[in-house]
């Protein structure tokens, strides 16, 4: 960029917030960095923005979920595809499903982790329960360093709602859904916003058990979804991926990830410069081509029009990784212009 090559510089935050200002700190003071990339997920991005809002620097987050409601930093830009209203924008796609069903659900069981993500999707999902007239019969936080979720799902079982929503970090994604496997959760809708079930290493360590569960997502390969270059993109990051020990599908963090330097790259490039309030103001006020499609920001830093997808996993036999490749897989349910398929229903069926 400008004629200079880019270095990342980064440190491992070991996913632990605590760590996150003294890193951030390191990077501004001593390694005298240009351009501010977040780290990965709401947890880690909240205790950055203290450390580099008073310097004015622009942050370009990935996958934050409604961090700019509490500071309102005017150069702050999420890649999150969950719009402006990301806290209910989250899950309203999961209740839109619901609502439509016949004969009508009723009643809803929400439970989530104590973080700073769960707690916000939690808090969204429940008023988008209550605003499309669901009764909410069961609701519960579970502390981030739970490893037995059968108690909280005999509670669920024993609250016997139509609905089960989750919000959830990738280790209580996984535990929570060989709970609802071995309990036999008899709900008629299940999942919600349980992070991780996206991922390779999870998918085919969880294999039929995910069948006919609901969650978000931002790429499947589906027809109904194009993308210019982000075939080519994921054809180049999964033989790097294969070797080097990441997520062997890539298909729902490194895409943003890449779109989220290409807006900075595009700003940087246009306004000429490192001017931080130069850079912030561009991105502010244009699109940007990326691999995950035309972005533009909303004043808050989200993204102008969300595209939050309800995917549910149909047709998963073992655990072979190559299955989730094709299409048929992950089904997209929501939104209808990018519907690729029906839902299964009930879950428990």
Known sequence: MLGRDVELVYYDDQSNPALVPAIYAKLRDVDKIDLVISSYGTNMTMPVMPVVIPKNRVVMSLFALAVNDEFKYPYYFSMFPAGSDGIHEISRGFFEI?????????????????????????????????????QIVYERSYPPTTVDFNPIIRGVQAANPDIVYVASYPLDSVGIVRAANEIKLKAKLFGGNMVGLQYAALKTQLGAQLNNIVVHDFYVPEPTLHFSGIEEFLNRYQIK????GMDELGYFVPPFAYANLQVLGQAVAAVGSLDQKK???????????????????????????????????????????????????????????????????????
């Open 241 to 244: 991926a294969t070797s080097g």
């Open 98 to 134: 619901a609502k439509e069903q016949r004969p009508a659900l009723r009643t809803v069981c929400i439970i989530g982790a104590d973080t700073d993500f769960a707690k916000k999707a939690a808090e969204g999902a429940h008023d988008n329960a209550i605003a499309m007239g669901f």
């Open 279 to 349: 850079i912030g103001d561009y991105i502010r006020s244009n699109s940007f081509t990326t691999v995950v499609g035309d972005v533009k920001y909303a004043p808050n830093g989200e993204w102008a029009r969300p595209r939050v997808l309800m995917v549910q996993f149909q047709n998963i036999e073992g655990n072979n990784l190559g299955q989730f490749r094709k299409p048929g897989t992950q089904v997209i349910i929501n939104p209808k212009e990018l519907a690729s398929g029906a839902l299964r229903f009930p879950y428990s069926q």
